[in-house]
Nanobody, 115 residues
Framework: QVQLMGSGGGLVQPGGSLRLSCVGS????????VDWYRQIENAERALVAS???????NVEDSVKGRFTVSRDNVRGTVSLQMNDLNPEDTAAYYC?????????WGKGTQVTVSS
């Protein structure tokens, strides 16, 4: 059974940084593109960043220059480094993989940016 687990969220002041991590069980994460989404209350989940199995990355314009996605294939983790956070980044963040015609979601990790 595929399970994804996101972690690393928390409360941070504007301008601060957080690093989110995603690990998987029942799946060899390094073989798949991993997406990071975020969801603000009462809104749909929105794609933030992706990293392909070969390491190619894509970061949405809204966070470009502040967010970086990376993977450690030895540890089997995918990370989202978030710098210069602002209150508009407050959301639940989810890692996700699509395979076999199905999208798997990790449990969201809450990021709150507030002074």
């Amino acid at each position: 059974q595929v399970q994804l687990m996101g972690s690393g969220g928390g409360l941070v002041q504007p301008g601060g940084s957080l690093r989110l991590s995603c690990v998987g069980s029942g799946i060899v994460l390094r073989l798949f593109r991993v997406d990071w989404y975020r969801q603000i209350e009462n809104a749909e989940r929105a794609l933030v960043a992706s990293i392909g199995s070969a390491g190619a990355t894509n970061v949405e314009d809204s966070v470009k220059g502040r967010f970086t996605v990376s993977r450690d294939n030895v540890r089997g983790t995918v990370s989202l480094q978030m710098n210069d956070l602002n209150p508009e980044d407050t959301a639940a963040y989810y890692c996700s993989v699509q395979t076999s015609g199905r999208r798997f979601w990790g449990k969201g990790t809450q990021v709150t940016v507030s002074s």
